[in-house]
């Protein structure tokens, strides 16, 4: 009789637990649903004068007048979705290779201390990189890098025309150094996750490490891999002060990635403390809705990207 | 014994550190980030000689301040343009803008070659390259005004402030005073559009100072102050009165003082017509409303009145000390009589 009332008890203590993690983990879900939509709403209502002055046009002019209240966002949305661009595709190919090299290949005595000092990047602040980036990046890039890439690719429109020191390029790099400790700490994690036994198998059958790297640590992770990278570029999208001081803060659309350009995120820094007239707080914050709207259809390129190329891999 | 004798002292010793701190009425103010350097320090010295009063101001922008101004979330707002019509319209009550500060803005450039008595510019050749329509370095209007420099067949690279500011307000102020064209395309603001083709804006004083320093065949515009704190290379510039000279403290202030009658709808000197007048300079306004009704609105309001008119007079020296410029004695006498009008 004893045990049974034990077991009752520890029967309705366990539903009590449950209840409260239930209510718990609800909570927090909803928390989160109701920031995102509070954030959108407000974005939304912040911006309506300016949605109701232009509104699809916003998107297609790339005059950005305070002086006539004429605004357009295109060249800022370009300049937002290609540094970052630039940042994933440099800092992915660093951030997995480094990271791939961490795990398998790095003694031990070189791979924690060097994942340590990649993780400290992390903890910069962000207004370090760039001013580093300005004062110590973009000169030489501009002195050697810029001029060097132009002499053997120039053929290129990318690598064409006047080379400023503060452009698309500089804020690119700047973003992937800043991003590639989140792409390769969770890269670490992710290769270290594959199943052992899929590494034992593939050396047995005689492949070397480098070919078990490639033909079956790497595709195994591939999916975290790219969470890592879709995470990433969430940061660099919405990197601020950094872009801000090497990016050149130019609204215009150019060929060349040599040349300045503006992000919707830097034009807020920029304006919204001097920005007095309606209209104009309204644009910088329809500025700030699109960042929202641009930053939620990057990632679900990306993740349609996961399914439609990495499916099909997984079924061969 | 002992112990207690100590206890009692250190206590003392506290009540007499505390008690001024605890009486001292705290003020607040917030606005332009111009000013700060010269507010802090002003405040700081008032605070040292009135033991009642401490002034927290906060630089976040002449915006900023304007907004919280109109909100009343401080006591004292301070913008380097006076509010506009629209700004005032919306303020719950009646205020008064006074001038407390003057400033420069300094012509910078980057060259690869030294010239002798640094690049020489007319105001319309300045105004050309913003335009961009003197577009390169070797352009014969430059030439025709710096014989003997040498001048390289490069482009212009045509620096400016990326963050809305009152140095870019003054700026583009005054290059729509010496161009007709700058005035209809362009026009005047914190921020404006940008028409040269090789335009690239730096955040800050700072950025663009980074911006010029590094980019061979630059031009950019900066606040005196920092100029001087950065020994930069300053261009020349021609005033109205076809005379050329640098940007220097006497030089603003001999534009101010061209200007007697200045009040807050007309508040600009740039291209002013003074003999040694250095054409590109402003002030910065503070402002607070003109009655108070509440008794503890009114003593405070009284204290921050006292507070802006020391500032605007006695407080002026400091600016000195900073590399701004002093505010000529007529206007001191403005702002004086402007707060003169504060009932409290």
Redesign the interface.
Known sequence: MQSESHEQLHLRRSRISDRWFMAGVYGATGLFVAIVAGLFVELYAGSSSSIHAFGFKFLTSS??????NQFGALPMIYGTVVSSLIAIVLAGFVGVFGAAYLVEFAPRAVARPLAFLIELLAAVPSVIFGLWG??IL??VL?AYVEPFLQAKFGFLPIFQG?I???SLFTAGIVLAIMIVPTVSAITRDVIAAVAREHREASMALGATRWETMARVILPGATTGIFGACVLALGRALGETIAT??VI????AIAASLFQ?AYTLA?VI?????????DLYVSALIELGLLLFVVSLAVNGIARVLTWTVLRPAKAR | MKRVNVLGAALSFAALVVAPALAATQLTGAGSSFVNPFFSKAFYEYSAAHSDVTVNYQPIGSGGGIQQFTQRTVDFGASDVPMNADEIKRLPASAVQVPIALGGVAVTYNLPSFIKGGLKLTRETLADIYLGKIAKWNDPRLTKINPGAELPDAPIIVVHRSDGSGTTYIFTDFLSHVSGEWKSKVGTGKSVEWPAPSAVGGKGNDGVAGAVRQTSGSIGYVELAYVHENKMTQAQLQNAAGRFGFCTGRGVAAAAATKLNLTPTDFSIVDTKGETAWPIAGYTWAFMYREYQKPEEKSRAKMVRDVLEWTATSGQRIAGTLDYVPLPESVQEIAKKSLSEIKV
């Open positions: 005059h950005w007048n305070p002086v006539t300005l004062f973009a000169p501009r006047f400023f020191g503060s801000t001081m050149g803060n130019k609204p300045p830097s820094a920029n304006e919204f403390t001097e920005a007095t007239s």
